[in-house]
């Protein structure tokens, strides 16, 4: 069985500062991790993925991610948040050769001026 | 071209109608998936085809109806259903997962349902 934890519902940070969202899984196997992001009335959009080439993932318009398997955690970073930034933020996993994906609950970002 | 698109964006319907949301991506995907995601809730699966072939329905009421008629279209066909189906509906795609490999899927923009 997988899982993925989510530990923050909502995270507050101002425009420049840096942004850390944090997610903890559980698999039996070496799973692959994604980050998603969703604005408002809109589809998911793939931010990066981990599949057990290089734990630190570089993902687009700034986002990173490292995978620590000793912590079994996935969290996600970027040094300094913009407005656009703010959004739905989704940790996932998946196992090797399977098609479905385990959805955390998702974390909410806010950025202020 | 990593797109997925689905239309219609927005429907409303009532609870005797028929309707259908319509998926399209042309990246050569031979998996494609539906979801459904209620406000303020992680997507939760509903149908996932493979070659063209339902691999997996995850226990879905019948008033849903998954239709794949070739590998760059997928289809869900609507009928009476009821206020509760109201969400979003998304659609994805990816490469085929195999053993050892794992592909990550590329979601459309969604159908938001309104159903009165």
């Known amino acids: 069985a997988q899982s993925v934890t989510q530990l923050d519902s909502h995270v507050s940070v101002s425009e420049g500062t840096p942004v850390l969202l944090r997610c903890n899984y559980s698999?039996?196997?070496?799973?692959?991790l994604f980050w998603y992001v969703q604005h408002p009335n809109k589809g998911l959009q793939l931010l990066l993925k981990?599949?057990?080439?290089?734990?630190l993932v570089k993902g687009i318009n700034g986002f990173e991610a490292e995978f620590k398997k000793s912590e079994t955690s996935f969290h996600l970073t970027k040094p300094s948040a913009h407005m656009s930034d703010a959004a739905e933020y989704f940790c996932?996993?998946?196992?090797?050769?399977?098609?479905?994906?385990?959805f955390g609950k998702g974390t909410m970002l806010l950025v202020s001026p | 071209d990593t797109e997925v698109t689905q239309t219609p964006k927005h429907l409303v319907m009532g609870m005797t109608n028929k309707k259908s949301l319509k998926c399209e991506q042309h990246?050569?995907?031979?998996?494609m998936y539906w979801y459904k995601q209620k406000a303020k809730k992680p997507p939760e699966l509903m149908f996932v085809?493979?070659?063209?072939?339902?691999?997996i329905n995850e226990s879905v009421p019948s008033r849903f109806s998954p239709e794949c008629p070739n590998s760059s279209l997928l289809n869900l066909h609507l009928h009476a259903l009821q206020p509760e189906d109201s969400a979003l509906y998304l659609c994805?795609?990816?490469?085929?997962?195999?053993?050892?490999?794992?592909?990550?899927?590329?979601f459309g923009p969604g159908t938001r349902l309104t159903v009165t």
């Open positions: 994805a795609s990816s490469q085929e997962p195999g053993q050892g490999r794992i592909y990550e899927q590329y």
């Open positions: 698999s039996s196997y070496s799973p692959s």
């Open positions: 981990y599949t057990s080439a290089a734990t």
């Open positions: 996932v996993v998946s196992l090797s050769g399977y098609s479905t994906l385990t």
């Open positions: 990246m050569g995907h031979r998996a």
């Open positions: 085809y493979s070659y063209e072939k339902l691999s």
